[in-house]
């Protein structure tokens, strides 16, 4: 089922602590965008299909990756692309965008999601692997 707009923007905020819905919706546009850079395929789709319309253009019609970021590099992108950003509160922008879409996703997509990532994406997520 399809999360509507305002359903998914209040989850982010909630989640991110954020002030406006303004300050959550511009962290879910950079880390959507990162991410659709890295999906590809039926799960980059499957995704799509489960997010707001606004968000799943966003992902289908990602950023060209030359190769794969890891964690720690995704998170450095991020603190990139938001005026302000350290890799401290990108990192939690980017926690609090990729706990909603795992949430909005579940789990079975989310681990084949996982698959076409570097290891430690799990914990970006919000679901760590056990070790």
Same mark, same amino acid.
């Given at each position: 089922?399809?999360?509507?707009?305002?359903?998914? &923007? *209040?989850?982010?905020?909630?989640?991110?602590?954020?002030?406006?819905?303004?300050?959550? @919706?511009?962290?879910?546009?950079?880390?959507?965008?990162?991410?659709?850079?890295?999906?590809?395929?039926? @799960?980059?789709?499957?995704?799509?299909?489960?997010?707001? #319309?606004?968000?799943?253009?966003?992902?289908?019609?990602?950023? *060209?990756?030359? #190769?794969?970021?890891?964690?720690?590099?995704?998170?450095?992108?991020?603190?990139?692309?938001?005026?302000?950003?350290? *890799?401290?509160?990108?990192?939690?922008?980017?926690?609090?965008?990729?706990?909603?879409?795992?949430?909005? &996703?579940?789990?079975?997509?989310?681990?084949?999601?996982?698959?076409?990532?570097?290891?430690?994406?799990?914990?970006?997520?919000?679901?760590?692997?056990?070790?």
């Amino acid at each position: 089922m399809t999360l509507r707009w305002d359903a998914f &923007i *209040e989850r982010v905020q909630d989640r991110g602590e954020y002030a406006s819905r303004a300050e959550a @919706d511009r962290a879910a546009r950079v880390v959507l965008a990162l991410l659709g850079a890295h999906l590809v395929g039926q @799960d980059r789709a499957r995704v799509a299909a489960r997010l707001p #319309e606004a968000y799943a253009l966003i992902l289908l019609n990602p950023l *060209e990756a030359y #190769e794969p970021l890891d964690p720690q590099r995704f998170v450095r992108a991020t603190a990139a692309w938001i005026e302000g950003a350290t *890799e401290a509160t990108a990192a939690w922008d980017v926690s609090a965008v990729l706990s909603v879409v795992a949430d909005a &996703i579940g789990d079975d997509l989310l681990q084949r999601v996982l698959l076409q990532l570097p290891p430690g994406y799990d914990l970006l997520f919000g679901r760590p692997r056990p070790a």
